[in-house]
């Protein structure tokens, strides 16, 4: 049976392509249209109106299984990210056991292949356990199916560990995803040091303690020769960093969430443990220069950073919560502020949800062209709803943006030719 | 008048008509405490906790004799712990208390923000006793009490508030209160004791406490921890002491008729000197005092505005 995409905007950021055309699937891939009318059966999705695009890739999420899977599993993270329009996910290996192994690997891509939402690539750890101290099996890892590395939440403190762990990963054409915090400097603390924390007496967490850890790993990344991915840059510093370093050649990457080019931390004032993320929410100032980041492409990729966690965790002293922002169900909708508000054009916007986080990790980008797998999201940008916890899929209700007006989102999900189904 | 919301969290949430309304109750009040029998019946019936999740013997003591004194009853539940140490969060804990029919509660908390949490889960008026570095309303409206009672005004006083401002709720709510009240408030301290964006709560910075102390007509010291030692953020207590005690010598640059004031309890010694402490100049037996006039005003005015009385 042939899947035909009927009239929609097309847009294709990997081939320059953006019109009005129609898309056809058979199987698990795009196939040429038919020069003449076949007689197989064929399937007609009205696309009018509608955007067309690769599915989205996240390469930065965490599915909280094996271990803590009463925030969230890997099936219920997959329906999520479905949900949102992503075809492929990366998740973080800050599980229980950890994910530093083959056989967490095996077991994470198994689960995902029996859940069937969408591919989940896992990410293995750096270092065993993520220690720091030791240098996990990222050979084997990798030949498992981890797409990259990352001791993401435990940043690597040791400089030296992470010197061996970029130029190791390179031996394997990896890419090391930096959690860019200096521990020493961010210890206790809650949201961003400044104004805000100052009032509310709350441990404030420095600019400096992401921007020290990026200046490092930038001066590693040049001294290896390794590819680097900055993950979710919070700060001015930060991004004028990376624009520096991109300009000398070095070969860097780097993400941003969206509740960071959308929130800052004055949203904090109440106390609102689900807008307590790491890196924390900054300032004003550090807002429009991530958004200033991304348009001029200093920042290539917009991640998720989806953090689920159980109510009863979020409900209680500020202190006390756990960091994170259930993201997955309302990434696109909350970038697609950005290319309503002209900042940055729809093709543009796509191409850091689909083409650079696949080159950051080293992988073909993905097309729409004939012969590609099928795997496209349909985007409406005209659609408006409101954020609210229960509509979320995810086990993690912990949106930071319950209440919120947004105009753009995906409508459909198709993922090796299937349509996906999923109830809202 | 009373009090508009059902809850007193912080300075930060009041307006300086609500600020003069407690004043001038507590100005009535303080005649009860000096009676033979110490007590109006204003709130008898009414059932008040002290929830105290941090060691208190000032604050706590000062809140159960003004409920008694407005003929409130009133239970002290103390944890040096959080709840959550033992298995029950905060709100659960709460749930419980006021499952037994609370009016009010009365809640002191290490983690700043944790009366929000009560004040916004729970029927019962919540009053922040202090929490964390946050804020310490009662404290505030007991100094601006005594500096009024002393002084005659507030507005356009030039006010020294010296020591460890980062950790201190006290200098928090402080900052809020004078200013809202026309003061001019002074900070001082060593650098990694203030928070850099303070200043923009309305004070100025001063690293010398010879300069914010000259022409003050208040000096507040705060108490100094010996754990922040501890934690790198000062060298020791000698060297402290030398650059930021509160001396005789010091005195003398502030105005003539200053008052000295401490939130409690004093390091002898260290923060302050033991002739400045017990000196002229000291009001600081005046502050406890006074607080306990201050606070039956708080809990008289939460409980007129909510229509009890």
Known sequence: ?424 | MALKKKDLLGIDYLEKAEIEEIISTAESFKEVSTRDIKKVPALRGRTIVNLFFEPSTRTRTSFELAAKRLSADIINISSSTSSVVKGETLLDTARNIEAMNSDMIIVRHSMSGAPMILAKALKSSVINAGDGSHEHPSQALLDLFTIKERLGRVEGLNIAIIGDIAHSRVARSNILCLNKMGANVRLCGPATLIPADIEKMGAKVYFRPEDAIDGADVVMMLRIQMERQKSGLFPGVREYSRFFGLNQERVRLAKEGVIIMHPGPINRGVEISTEVADGPYSVILDQVTNGVAVRMAIIYLLTEGRGAI
């Open chain 1, 1 to 424: 049976m042939t899947l035909i995409i009927r009239g929609g905007r097309v847009i294709d950021p990997a081939n320059g392509m953006d019109g009005i055309r129609d898309i056809y699937i058979e199987g698990d891939k795009i196939i040429q249209p038919p020069k003449t009318k076949k007689t197989s059966s064929s399937e007609v999705i009205d696309a009018r109106g509608l955007i067309v695009a690769p599915g989205l890739i996240d390469m930065h999420c965490h599915l909280r299984e094996p271990g803590f899977e009463y925030k969230e599993d890997i099936a219920s993270g997959a329906r999520a990210a479905a949900a949102g329009g992503f075809t492929t996910i990366c998740c973080m290996p800050n599980t229980n056991p950890v994910n530093d192994s083959r056989s967490v690997t095996e077991f994470i891509i198994g689960q995902a292949k029996k859940a069937g939402f969408c591919k989940v690539l896992p990410i293995g750890a750096i270092t065993k356990g993520s220690m720091g101290t030791e240098l996990a099996e990222m050979g084997e890892m990798a030949e498992a199916g981890c797409t990259g590395f990352s001791d993401d939440g435990k940043p690597v403190a040791n400089a030296e560990m992470m010197r061996h762990a970029l130029e190791y990963a390179k031996t394997f054409g990896r890419t090391i995803i930096s959690h860019c915090e200096e521990p020493a400097l961010s210890a206790g603390g809650v949201m961003n040091e400044g104004a805000v924390s100052a009032r509310l007496g709350l441990r404030g967490i420095p600019s400096a303690a992401e921007e020290v850890m990026v200046a490092r790993d930038i001066s590693l990344a040049r001294l290896t020769g390794a590819r680097l991915h900055v993950a979710h840059v919070s700060t001015a510093g930060s991004v004028e960093l990376i624009r520096r370093a991109k300009a000398e050649g070095i070969s860097v990457t780097a993400e941003t969430c969206p509740h960071y080019f959308t929130l800052t931390d004055e949203g904090v004032v109440s106390y609102n443990t689900y807008l307590k993320v790491n890196p924390p929410l900054r300032t004003e100032a550090d807002r429009k220069a991530i958004i200033g980041g991304l348009e001029d492409g200093t920042i290539d990729v917009i991640a998720t950073d989806h953090a689920p966690h159980a109510a009863s965790e979020k409900d209680v002293e500020f202190d006390l919560a756990p960091f994170g922002i259930s993201g997955l169900e309302t990434a696109l909708a909350l970038a697609m502020a950005l290319a309503h508000s002209g900042l940055i054009p729809m093709a543009e916007l796509l191409r850091k949800f689909t083409v650079n986080p696949a080159l950051a990790l080293g992988m073909a980008p993905p097309s729409l062209l004939p012969g590609s797998p099928a795997d496209i999201v349909l985007i409406d940008p005209e659609t408006e709803k409101t954020v609210r916890p229960e509509i979320l899929l995810s086990k993690g209700k912990n949106t930071a943006f319950s209440g919120l007006v947004l105009k753009g989102w995906p409508v459909m999900t198709i993922h090796e030719g299937k349509k996906i189904e999923f109830k809202h």
